[in-house]
């Protein structure tokens, strides 16, 4: 029976923002190796929007290789609204993670609002421009967006900076947790040193207010159903959410 | 009075040397108080049980209360002893029994 719990209870962990070099291999599957030894099952790595596929399918091997799950992802990091709308069109269908990096409000509403959209970044430390407030949070809460938190800098920052970060991410978690804004916290690294097992990126939480059953929520659940869903969508097999086509042929 | 419940952490260093005893214990508690201060460090009870250089593991204790604290400081530890280094935490238990069979398992 205990067994049996066990089976059941276990999560799927998942980092979606490793950022590797692809053009380094040898980095990057050490990277991947450790990931995978600290009980990630599913990672995902942001390449630029001229990526081939055949880096892609290399990446892929290399995760296949260490036992891990990979889904790509694009770091889109438009001007405007209207250069947003253009790359969504563009890229959403070669990718299987979006994730829009907010330089100033009005891209960040438009992300929002934009079903398309995956993920929500916010620049790290440029304070004022963190544009996740209530508005934000509520055109996020009609859409399929989650915020992303990246860890990193609560790693590397010290003193006032890091005292800083704190205080707009414990006002961002808020305000995502009242509009019901599903939060993926990923680690945001490309050193090994700094990657984290997934139950101590959850304890870096409570450094901003997340209690534990939301802070594993955000390291295994919300990441892990956006690449489900993406994927599902992705498939050829996909009609509409809900409707799949499940067998095709002359005996139909 | 009323009985003060604890938790034994079970941890792993990962790093390039050995650190002693005495460089792990200071980077606990520096990374203790760095994020919430002489106060909320005095608070933690914390008490270095078992610490192995060879396996580069460690046993602490903490009181229950604060072991949320002590996690979150021991996940932002990134150097130790001038080196860079990365304290992992294998188990929690409430007792020192329980935790060596988690340990094991």
Request: proline fraction near 3%; charged fraction near 30%.
């Amino acid at each position: 029976m205990q067994k049996y719990r066990g089976v059941a209870m276990r999560k799927t962990f998942a980092d979606l923002h490793l950022r590797l070099n692809v053009k380094d291999h040898a980095t990057a599957l050490r990277v991947i190796t450790k990931a995978a030894a600290l009980g990630y099952r599913l990672i995902a790595v942001p390449f630029p929007s001229e990526t081939r596929g055949d880096e892609v399918a290399k990446l892929k091997a290399v995760c296949s290789e260490a036992k891990i799950d990979f889904a790509s992802r694009i770091d889109l990091r438009p001007r405007t609204p209207n250069e947003l709308m253009h790359q969504l069109r563009r890229l959403r269908r070669k990718f299987e993670v979006i994730c829009v990096a907010c330089e100033n409000k009005q891209v960040a509403r438009q992300a929002a609002k934009d079903r398309r959209v995956d993920l929500l970044n916010f620049p790290l430390l440029d304070f004022r421009r963190r544009f996740f407030d209530r508005a934000e949070a509520e055109l996020a809460s009609n859409s399929l967006a989650a915020l992303e938190i990246d860890v990193k800098p609560l790693l590397v920052l010290e003193g006032p900076a890091r005292i800083r970060f704190l205080s707009s991410l414990r006002r961002e978690a808020a305000i995502a947790k009242e509009f019901h804004v599903p939060i993926v916290v990923s680690s945001g690294v490309s050193e090994e040193r700094l990657l984290r097992r997934p139950r101590e990126m959850a304890s870096l939480m409570f450094l901003f207010g997340l209690d534990e059953v939301s802070a594993l929520k955000a390291v295994a659940h919300n990441p892990v159903a956006i690449v489900k869903r993406n994927r599902e969508k992705l498939s050829s097999m996909f009609v509409a959410p809900g409707i799949r086509v499940i067998k095709e042929g002359k005996d139909c | 009075m009323k009985r003060v419940k604890r938790r034994y952490l079970a941890l792993q260093v990962d790093s390039d040397g050995a650190p002693s005893r005495k460089e792990f214990m200071d980077a606990v508690w520096s990374a203790v108080a760095k994020l919430y201060g002489e106060y909320g460090a005095s608070q933690t009870s914390l008490a270095l049980i078992d610490y192995d250089v060879e396996k580069k593991t460690a046993v602490i204790r903490t009181s229950l209360v604060t072991l949320d604290l002590v996690r979150a400081s021991l996940a932002s530890i990134t150097s130790l002893a001038n080196g860079e280094a990365v304290v992992h935490v294998l188990a929690v238990s409430g007792t020192i029994k329980a935790l060596r069979k988690k340990v094991r398992r």
